[in-house]
């Protein structure tokens, strides 16, 4: 199996958690500050594994920059009032667009963007990767 191969395996396996844990809190806990701030840590992975999937052998300082980048883009989009709209007509939008700007999600986003990259880089073969 190649490095890429490897690599796009875990990040297989990285998104189907997040998105496993992520509506699994969703249902247990709907609407809390838990299942918010869940959410604002596990869309990252996602967003970083399904990154990872497209592009295997980005450097994991990209990966990172691209999902941060995508992260602080659908929050900004988030201040149009159209996801908050859309989720009212079809609620799992929430789940991806979420519904309101808080910029506090930007920060929760930059802490599992960069996490989710140290990560990868420490475990792959080249630890050089982050530079």
Request: hydrophobic fraction near 55%; glycine fraction near 8%; proline fraction near 8%.
């Amino acid at each position: 199996m190649t490095p890429a191969t490897r690599r796009r395996a875990a990040a297989l396996v990285a998104a189907v958690v997040s998105v496993g844990t992520g509506l699994g809190i969703h249902l247990l806990a709907p609407d809390t500050a838990v299942s918010d701030v869940a959410g604002d840590l596990l869309y990252p992975i996602l967003v970083y594994a399904l990154v990872v999937l497209v592009g295997p052998r980005l450097p994991a300082l990209a990966v990172s920059a691209v999902t941060l980048g995508w992260c602080v883009a659908v929050e900004a989009f988030q201040l149009t009032g159209l996801p908050e709209e859309w989720a009212a007509a079809f609620p799992p939008v929430v789940l991806v667009l979420g519904t309101v700007f808080d910029p506090r999600d930007i920060a929760v986003y930059a802490v599992a963007a960069i996490g989710a990259g140290l990560v990868d880089a420490f475990t792959r073969p080249r630890r050089a990767d982050w530079g």
